[in-house]
Structures are given as structure tokens and as C-alpha cells.
């Protein structure tokens, strides 16, 4: 039987709900069980795909082209749970599938209420995941915080489902804030009290708390929050404020988070997995002496999550190359119009750029511009999905001559229109959902710096955009020494493209940051991170590179 284990959070939102599910996924693998993890989101949206990355952050794609909470991609960085359309569930997902129910005519006539036909289609979306994936432990992390309206019929089927499974099947752990009052110097307990008091109130009693503090806990703090909020003294676990996110799974392990879930849970460890692999990418990321400066030119730079893959995944290839990093954030917008000197001093120290995915023309030019520069000044470049449609258009511009070459998406009527609308785009009314979205094959092409990363002659990787290389250019790209170095077998799209010339300049359509992880780093960071690191070489003994 699949035990179950739900995640709540309290006091205030961006505690770090998926990150200690992701990592209590990690505890549960070390000890030897399988773990699927599904995300609830009680937000209207039927997905994010049409949230704006400054309302919601990055948008995850998983392999079958659902379009999902970013959370998933914390899943998928710690755990090796199967994630797929049927591990974000949203409000809007739950009530448009009882709505289609209900004129179907399921409900026979009925009165169709929350309780119990909205709380019984969570249930149900829920309980699919074990049905579809069989594995051992079901992580459950309910979205948003205890005492949002909009969490209500989720906190209510959790309920439902913890008496429907049993006592030692299921399993609430409630993460919270005690706040560091500086002004008195104390910590303060109370808005903790609240959150778990507000739960009760519901019906759910929490087994587990989990406490976000700047400073650790006192014995009377933790004898505090037990007594008053009706949880084991041992259950009331520090979840200490750490400088790299990767310390928390080897941080609760310290506090035997691990072996209060089981026993709780009435299991043993079934066998122990090492974790050996996972302190080394938290030795290196302590020691790491080099460092190397990554510029990521985006146009939602100003919110922290917007680009949360791509940030993870340089991590990731800075650890695979012993290396630090040193993520610096260009807003597009601020590059428009800049003099070649002015560019020399704004790029000053940066030993590799990336530019990521987006949508719209605000700041287009100010990434065109950047591409421009590491292609002339030979700084390592690495597009993603945009970021290769625009080192496309300014390879045009300004190699091929094409003067106002565009994409389809920013001109229109473009004269050059070197990036073009999909044809299955062309008459797409509705927006969610219906990119280019999910794995697709790619066929890699010999002798390229991207064949020599994978290792491979065919890839795999996810997509989720609507406009693509226009083919019709292909020929002439090459002839001035473009190299399509990838391409999808079916329509022949071009998926991957280099510069001849150039030191390392790959761009992709897909979005590769989504199958990185610190232990097992995606290839391309991993070598995108390799050349940052030779340019910064190249630039202090200038002698051993020419």
C-alpha cells in the first residue's frame, strides 16, 4: 500500500514548501523507497503557461508537454519521482473537469457542491498518480498557505484522505516561520501557533512542523511550539536558514527527519542509498576555489524564480567543473542602444553569457545586441529557445547582410522573416497549451561541439515555444558559416545551431535546463561552463590559448 505524505506551509508565502518536499523525497530515496511527488495549486489558472513569469516564475515542461508549476523542477533536481500532466494539479483543472462532468450529465441531476464533488476530483487526481506510478511514498505538497480561501477544498480532501488511508498511511507535515524579531532579540512563536491552530480548526492535525528560522532553536522554543501546537517535541524539526539549497536533504537527515517519517509512517528502511554523491556537490559548491562570472541576459531578471532552471543548471556545470560561479543579471532593456565602448565596460569580467527563453519584443534588442558581442569579441555563448532565435536574427543582420532580418513574432512584415510561426501555429486561437511543447528527438550532427557534449548521435529534449528557424534560409546560413548541428528528424526543423568560427557558440530551441540535476549535470552546461572558465584563462595568460 502507498503511504502519503501531504506538505502544507504557513505564516507567509516562499518558505520553501517544494524544496523541503523535494528534499523529503531525497530522505525517502536514501532509505530505499520508491517516491512519486505531485504539486496542488490552488490558483484558478487551468496551468502557468499563460502567467506572467513576474506573477508566477518559470514555467517547468515536463517529457509529455504539461506546463507546470516550477516546484516540479525542484522534483526533478532532487528526486528521481516520474513526473508528467498528471503531477500539477490546479483549481482550474479540478473544477473544469467537474464542470464537463456535470453537463455530461455524471451527477445524474444532482446539485454539484465542493463537498464532496470538488473535494472528491482532488482526491481522485491525486490517487491517479499512485495508480499510474505504484510507488511507495506519495509526496503531496499543497500550494499557497493554510488560511487561503482558494486552499480550502484541498485542505479539506487532505483531511478526507488521511481518514479514508488510515492513520499510519498518511502523514501531514506542516512547514512554518518562527520570525526573528530584531528590535527584541528573541524569536517569536506565535504566528506558528496560529498557522497549526488554523489547521486544527479544519480538521488536520499536524504530525511533523518543520520551522524556517534564522537562528537556531532553543529547547524552551521548541518546548513551546510543541506544547502549543500539539506536536511531539521530537517532531518539531529545525529547518535552518543554509546558504546553498542543496545542504537541506544531508540538514534534515542531521536532525533524523528521515526516521521520524518512517516511524511515523510504521515503515524500516528498506535499504540504505548513499548519499556520498550529493555531500560531494555540497563539498564543491563550499570549496570550490575558481570562479567564473556568468552573465544571463534576460527580461524578467528582476524576479528571482522567472529563470530558476537556468540558475540551477549553471550551478550544476559549475560543479562539474570544480568551479564557483558568480551569477550576475542583465535586464535586455538596459543594453539597447550602447556604444561599443559602453559594451566593453557592461560586460566587463563576464566570462560567459546565456541568453534564455521569452515571449514579446520588450528588451529584443538589447539581447540581439549581446549576441552580437560575444560573437565579435568571441565570449562563450549559450542560447536558449529565444536565445538561439536571436543569435539567429543578428547572425543575419550582421553576417549574411539580410539588413531588417526579424522574426515573425516581433515584425510581422519582416522582408527576412529567418524565424517563422510554426504551420500547425498559424490558426491557434487559444494560447494554453498549444506550443511546441514536451520531448522531441534530435538528430545530432558529427564533428559539432554539441555531438562532442552529448556524446550521442540522437537526444532527447523538451520544448515550449511556437515560432522556429525557417528552413528556407538553412542553405545560406551555412554557406557564411552557420552550422545547424541538430535538427528533428520529422520537418527536418533545426533544433541546434553553432558558429564555425567562434570558441563556443551554441544555441538550442529546446530548454535543457530542465533535465539538469547537481548530481547528474546536463552536458551542455557542464561544457558551456568548461569554455567560460578556458576564457577567463585565456584572458589572464593570454600566451597558452593563441
Not at 480538521?203 to 510543541?226: C, F, H, N, V, W
Not at 514536451?438 to 564533428?447: R, S, V
Request: proline share 5%.
Amino acid at each position: 500500500m502507498t503511504k502519503y505524505i501531504f506538505v502544507t506551509g504557513g505564516v507567509v508565502s516562499s518558505l520553501g514548501k517544494g524544496i523541503a518536499a523535494a528534499s523529503i523525497g531525497k530522505l525517502m530515496e536514501w532509505n530505499g523507497y520508491k517516491v512519486a511527488m505531485i504539486k496542488c495549486d490552488p490558483y484558478i489558472n487551468v496551468d502557468p503557461g499563460t502567467m506572467n513569469p513576474y506573477q508566477h516564475g518559470e514555467v517547468y515542461v515536463t517529457d509529455d508537454g504539461a506546463e507546470t508549476d516550477l516546484d516540479l523542477g525542484h522534483y526533478f533536481r532532487y528526486t528521481n519521482s516520474p513526473l508528467g500532466r498528471i503531477s500539477n494539479v490546479t483549481t482550474g483543472k479540478v473544477y473544469q473537469t467537474v464542470i464537463t462532468k456535470e453537463r455530461r450529465g455524471d451527477f445524474l441531476g444532482g446539485t454539484v457542491q465542493v463537498i464532496p464533488h470538488i473535494t472528491n476530483e482532488i482526491k481522485s487526481e491525486i490517487r491517479d498518480v499512485v495508480k499510474k506510478y505504484s510507488p511507495d511514498i506519495l509526496i503531496v505538497e499543497i500550494g499557497g498557505t493554510v488560511g487561503d480561501i482558494e486552499g480550502m477544498p484541498f485542505l479539506e480532501a487532505i483531511r478526507q484522505m488521511k481518514l479514508e488511508e488510515g492513520a499510519k498511511n498518511a502523514l501531514n507535515i506542516h512547514l512554518t516561520l518562527v520570525p526573528f524579531i530584531k528590535a527584541a532579540g528573541e524569536i517569536k512563536t506565535k504566528p506558528t501557533q496560529h498557522s497549526v491552530g488554523k489547521m486544527r480548526e479544519i480538521g488536520i492535525q499536524p504530525e511533523i512542523l518543520m520551522i524556517r528560522t534564522e537562528i537556531p532553536l532553543s529547547d524552551d522554543a521548541r518546548y513551546k511550539i510543541s506544547l502549543f501546537c500539539n506536536v511531539e517535541k521530537s517532531c518539531v524539526i529545525e529547518a535552518l536558514d543554509v546558504p546553498d539549497i542543496y545542504e537541506i536533504p544531508l540538514m534534515f537527515r542531521k536532525n533524523k527527519l528521515d526516521s521520524i517519517i518512517l516511524d511515523k509512517l510504521c515503515l524500516k528502511p528498506k535499504k540504505k542509498v548513499s548519499s556520498g554523491q550529493w555531500e560531494k556537490v555540497v563539498h564543491i559548491r563550499k570549496t570550490a576555489k575558481q570562479e567564473v562570472r556568468i552573465g544571463v541576459v534576460g527580461k524578467y531578471i528582476t524576479l528571482q524564480d522567472a529563470y530558476k532552471s537556468i540558475d540551477e543548471a549553471l550551478k550544476h556545470g559549475a560543479i562539474a567543473n570544480n568551479l564557483r560561479i558568480d551569477l550576475v543579471k542583465i535586464e535586455s532593456d538596459n543594453l539597447e542602444k550602447k556604444s561599443p565602448a559602453e559594451l566593453d565596460k557592461f560586460f566587463d569580467g563576464i566570462d560567459g553569457i546565456l541568453v534564455p527563453g521569452g515571449f514579446g519584443v520588450r528588451g529584443i534588442e538589447g539581447k540581439l545586441t549581446t549576441a552580437r558581442y560575444a560573437r565579435e569579441k568571441g565570449v562563450p555563448y549559450f542560447g536558449i529557445c529565444l536565445g538561439m532565435q536571436i543569435a539567429v536574427i543578428e547572425f543575419a543582420r550582421n553576417v549574411m547582410g539580410l539588413k531588417g532580418a526579424n522574426s515573425t513574432e516581433f515584425d510581422p512584415k519582416t522582408k527576412y522573416p529567418v524565424i517563422s510561426l510554426l504551420s500547425e501555429q498559424e490558426h491557434i486561437k487559444f494560447l494554453g497549451g498549444t506550443m511546441r511543447l514536451g520531448e522531441y528527438k534530435c538528430a545530432l550532427k558529427p564533428g559539432t561541439k554539441a555531438r562532442s557534449s552529448y556524446g550521442s548521435n540522437v537526444i532527447f529534449e523538451r520544448h515550449r515555444h511556437r515560432y522556429e528557424f525557417n528552413s528556407a534560409y538553412k542553405n545560406e546560413f551555412q554557406r557564411k558559416g552557420l552550422i545547424v548541428s541538430g535538427t528533428h528528424p520529422k520537418g527536418n526543423l533545426v533544433e541546434m545551431i553553432e558558429i564555425k568560427s567562434h570558441p563556443w557558440f551554441v544555441a538550442v530551441q529546446s530548454h535543457p535546463e530542465f533535465k539538469s540535476k547537481p548530481d547528474k549535470v546536463h552536458p551542455l552546461f557542464r561544457d558551456f561552463l568548461k569554455a567560460a572558465y578556458d576564457y577567463n584563462l585565456s584572458k589572464i595568460m593570454p600566451d597558452k590559448f593563441n
